[in-house]
């Protein structure tokens, strides 16, 4: 009988020609189907190294798997376990058959031989199982940045020199993923985050060992981190003729703002630009704020004419850190200049159209308004030393003095008005009046 020994050589090589040859009949053959990762043995001394297979379980349950396989023969199976503290191989199980699997195998060296077709042959493998207990924590958290931090333990992973039964310890190598949601993040054990999300956050961490066992564990972020935004309406009425609201202007600001504190809201509402651009000439220090408000959603009157700009700071507080936002408007609020027009032709025929001498203003403080006829008598005033804009209609002349309807022609208009911006509106002409 020829005996080949394949625990130094022949084991290696058949596993390669079984694979990459499958044509051949040299089938026998020691693997595993059920392993996580494998990989190979680097003993110190011993001449031939063997294969690692890893088998992932709960800690202290043993679910290493090895099947042994003739070329198809039915054969008796030798299973032998290495014993570091002899440095043999005792014996372990026996089987007959082509093929014997061997189930919820605990750590070791496994050797399986037997002979098949006068042939003997000998086949090594380590079982090591595996398992991984991962955390996730938060280790720092600020207004502008925040750090995660991981840590893991795993299975202990060695084997033994089968010369002298040297142990060989093997790093778990754990590897670290980092997750919100399914959105993959970073590859680092303990990451920083710069800009922390504004919403609470759940991060999970995968961490995964040599062994290819992976569990993940997961932190629950509050943030601290507000988002400061709003916006801003008038309900004045809006005239097509007008992109801007004229003076004075009723502004309600919509608080936009995300992750923030009620009752911690600080609006600051800056001067006119004109003003400051004029006052920022020189070398004194200047207040640039018109007013500051701390509601949650103000309601705000631009008495005057002019541009502002509009700040909101928002907060949030967790535990002791309280962080802040700022928010600036875009574009500047524009309360409209003042202005006034008069229409050179009204009609009083009572068709409802163009029936009243109706006056054109904006942003005005005070309106002083005078019709007079050919002979220079007053037919119509109107006086106002605090003339809003709904008061448009007030001023109107109908046309008629002591409900008498006027003659037809030409009229003579004066008006002396003083605008919110400052500006004093003097104006003088003619009206026709048709019926």
């Not at 043999?88 to 093929?99: A, D, I, R």
């Not at 996730?136 to 060695?158: D, E, K, V």
């Not at 680092?188 to 040599?210: G, K």
Request: proline fraction near 6%.
């Amino acid at each position: 009988m020829k005996a080949v020994n394949r625990k130094y050589f022949l084991a290696p090589l058949l596993l390669t020609l079984c694979f990459s040859l499958p044509g051949r009949l040299m089938a026998q053959s020691l693997t595993s189907g059920s392993a996580s990762n494998k990989e190979n043995t680097a003993y110190p001394v011993f001449a031939v190294n063997d294969p690692i297979y890893y088998f992932c379980s709960q800690q202290g349950v043993p679910s290493g798997s090895l099947t042994a396989r003739s070329a198809g023969s039915s054969v008796s199976f030798l299973w032998e376990k290495f014993d570091p503290a002899t440095i043999k191989f005792l014996n372990y199980s026996n089987f007959t058959g082509s093929v014997s699997t061997l189930n919820n195998l605990a750590d070791g060296c496994y050797r399986a031989s037997f002979t098949e077709n006068g042939t003997n042959y000998i086949f090594r493998a380590w079982v090591m199982n595996g398992w991984v207990t991962p955390t996730a924590t938060i280790t720092q958290s600020t207004c502008t940045f925040l750090r995660l931090s991981s840590s893991a333990t795993s299975a202990g992973y060695q084997y033994y020199d089968l010369s002298n039964g040297k142990v060989v310890v093997l790093t778990p190598n754990f590897q670290y993923r980092w997750y919100v949601g399914t959105q993959y993040i970073v590859s680092v054990q303990n990451p920083l985050i710069s800009s922390p999300p504004s919403q609470n956050t759940l991060y999970r961490v995968e961490v995964t060992d040599r062994a290819g066992c992976m569990k993940s564990a997961e932190v629950n972020y509050v943030s601290p981190i507000p988002v400061a935004k709003f916006s801003w309406s008038t309900p004045q009425q809006n005239d097509p003729q007008y992109v801007f609201p004229q003076a004075p202007a009723n502004i309600d600001f919509k608080n936009l703002s995300e992750n923030s504190d009620p009752g911690k809201f600080e609006w600051y509402l800056f001067k006119d630009r004109a003003i400051l651009d004029k006052l920022g000439g020189g070398t004194t220090q200047i207040d640039s704020f018109q007013t500051v408000i701390y509601d949650d959603n103000p309601l705000y009157t631009y008495e005057l004419s002019g541009k502002y700009k509009v700040k909101l700071v928002a907060s949030k507080t967790v535990q002791s850190l309280t962080c802040r936002d700022t928010f600036y408007l875009p574009q500047e609020i524009i309360v409209d200049t003042s202005l006034v027009k008069v229409t050179p032709v009204f009609t009083p025929n009572g068709d409802g159209v163009n029936d009243k001498l109706i006056i054109k203003t904006r942003s005005l403080e005070s309106l002083e308004f005078s019709v007079l006829n050919r002979w220079g008598k007053v037919v119509h005033h109107y006086s106002s030393a605090n003339f809003l804009p709904e008061d448009t209609e007030i001023a109107a002349w109908d046309g008629r003095v002591n409900g008498k309807l006027c003659p037809a022609g030409v009229y003579f208009y004066v008006i002396d008005a003083q605008g919110r911006d400052g500006v004093r509106r003097r104006s003088k002409g003619f009206v026709e009046m048709i019926w």
